[in-house]
């Protein structure tokens, strides 16, 4: 009947202006707040695909991967977490070299691409570039392994940028357990830190760097919420409750994310959205529902994973999408305050508030306390430094002697009223 087409065809023009009015709505709200991504692998595709020779890629043009500047533009990418991975399979052999040369590739990006990119370490960089309508561009490191259970190395690489270490990716470490512990497919190996974990993250709240609990075991998480003196984030983790795959975040831990005045950025991989091989764009909205309901809007951001995964949602392909999430927020009834939030200011939030626990430990030393050399001793490593336990016990017996030869010559050059 005509009048039954021309009922839907009101339906269809009623929906889609209101499509186009949340979409309106979202890319206004994106012009006046950064979006800030936690996680984006692009670096390790430079690595993957061309063995990090930039000047063989332009990344105005690149269509084999999730990210380019077209896309970053279309987007409204104001503030980026690049992400500086290596592989578990480095961890003992030259996991330290590869991660420089990772952090290396984000430098030269910012360089080769001045006009679209700005390497960014602070809170106050973000807002500059924003102002100048460039990508601001932060480092993260993911993955403990990075380090080599080294608090030098750590150090060092905050002065290079860095501003972020995911503690495990999907391996333990000599000082900390990973989320596999969870599953059951790896045995727990230090019951979440160790000593030296403890110190890592002591060592982080000084420097002012993010500590990063996506990939940990479960009980880490809550070791760490209770020794952190700086908000946590997780840069790319989503809801247990909706996907109940050890990667994302249970109940009971984005309450206490929100007690620490923390952040969860929501991770786009199918995988972790729906526990399956296929999702949309609406199920990654029922995530960030999900945790605004448990825990409040404060602790939500982005999160992609973009460049990093095998499997994105319909309508989440690439970065070039951000605003129609946004929109589908708003759609659900997201209030202007709450968007402006996941979009990029309760990241602000957090990253002042680390640099401010920085500023007050600014009288503290660096700790130099190295991790004990039997929980790092294999094939590939020097014991340069350390007293072995050869020499400890010569040692104990050079001191033995000398005190019984000091005890002998006493009798003879002391006193008469002292006897041996």
């Not at 500059?128 to 561009?137: G, H, P």
Request: include cysteine; hydrophobic fraction near 40%.
């Amino acid at each position: 009947m005509w009048w039954l087409r021309a009922l839907w065809a009101v339906v269809a023009l009623t929906h889609c202006s209101a499509m186009d009015r949340n979409k309106e709505m979202a890319l206004k709200l994106m012009k006046e707040t950064p979006l800030i991504d936690g996680h984006n692998d692009l670096p390790w595709q430079m690595r993957k695909q061309f063995n990090n020779q930039l000047s063989k890629v332009d990344l105005n043009t690149i269509q084999t991967t999730h990210t380019n500047i077209p896309k970053i533009k279309e987007g409204h990418l104001a503030a980026q977490f690049w992400s500086a991975y290596v592989p578990c399979d480095t961890q003992h052999k030259d996991a330290v070299r590869q991660t420089l040369e990772q952090i290396d590739i984000i430098h030269r990006m910012c360089d080769a691409y001045p006009e679209t990119f700005m390497f960014a370490t602070s809170s106050q960089d973000i807002m500059d570039a924003f102002i100048m309508n460039k990508t601001a561009s932060l480092i993260g490191v993911e993955g403990g392994h990075s380090i080599d259970s080294s608090l030098g190395i750590l150090r060092i690489m905050y002065q290079l940028g860095v501003r972020y270490l995911t503690l495990t990716h999907s391996c333990n470490t000599p000082w900390v357990d990973n989320w596999k512990v969870d599953t059951g497919s790896e045995p727990p190996v230090h019951n979440g830190l160790s000593q030296f974990g403890i110190q890592v993250v002591k060592e982080m709240n000084r420097l002012g760097m993010l500590i990063d609990l996506a990939h940990v075991s479960e009980k880490v998480m809550n070791q760490v919420l209770d020794l952190s003196k700086a908000p946590i984030i997780f840069s790319h983790s989503s809801a247990y409750s909706l996907c109940q795959h050890k990667r994302n975040v249970p109940d009971a831990v984005l309450k206490r994310v929100r007690d620490k005045a923390g952040i969860v950025m929501v991770n786009f991989y199918n995988d972790y959205v729906t526990c399956s091989q296929t999702a949309n764009l609406s199920q990654v909205a029922d995530h960030f529902d999900h945790i605004r309901k448990v825990a409040g809007h404060t602790i939500i951001g982005f999160g992609s994973d973009f460049d990093g995964v095998r499997r994105l949602p319909t309508g989440l392909e690439d970065v070039s999408k951000f605003p129609d999430l946004v929109a589908e927020l708003l759609r659900r009834g997201w209030n202007d305050t709450e968007i402006r939030g996941a979009l990029g200011e309760n990241m602000l939030r957090v990253l002042k508030e680390v640099e401010r626990v920085r500023d007050s430990l600014i009288k503290d030393p660096p700790d130099d306390v190295p991790i004990p050399y039997e929980q790092v001793e294999n094939a590939c490593r020097t014991s340069y430094g350390y007293v072995t336990l050869e020499n400890s016990a010569n040692s104990a017996s050079r001191s033995r002697l000398v005190l019984a030869l000091a005890t002998l010559l006493s009798c003879f050059f002391w006193v008469p009223s002292h006897s041996c």
